[in-house]
Nanobody
Framework: QVQLVESGGGLVQAGGSLRLSCAASGRTFSSYVMGWFRQAPGNEREFVATISASGARTYYADSVKGRFTISRDNAKNTVYLQMNSLKPEDTAVYSC????????????????WGQGTQVTVSS
């Protein structure tokens, strides 16, 4: 089992940047595929990005491709989401999640979830 805690959210102006972190407990972090999802008020949860257990493979939603970068540091049990060129439509609660195998954007395949961190982008 793994517990996930996100940090790094906040208020930023459009065009700005933020880096989210997701710290995981447990010794087996390096065996999990990690993903980031987001949910805005009134909207369904949306896939953002995912990274393989080794970090060699990544996959992004079209809406963030070229602006966001997912990475991980298995020695620190942490996965990151670097968000650049932020837009007001990126405003949401961002959550990280862990999966036992490659799951791309399928939320149902992620077994563990953090509580989320709020990102607000002002215009």
């Amino acid at each position: 089992q793994v517990q996930l805690v996100e940090s790094g959210g906040g208020l930023v102006q459009a065009g700005g940047s933020l880096r989210l972190s997701c710290a995981a407990s447990g010794r087996t972090f390096s065996s999990y595929v990690m993903g980031w999802f987001r949910q805005a008020p009134g909207n369904e949860r949306e896939f953002v990005a995912t990274i393989s257990a080794s970090g060699a493979r990544t996959y992004y939603a079209d809406s963030v491709k070229g602006r966001f970068t997912i990475s991980r540091d298995n020695a620190k049990n942490t996965v990151y989401l670097q968000m650049n060129s932020l837009k007001p439509e990126d405003t949401a609660v961002y959550s990280c999640a862990a999966a036992d195998s490659w799951a791309r954007g399928t939320a149902e395949l992620y077994n563990y979830w953090g509580q989320g961190t709020q990102v607000t982008v002002s215009s």
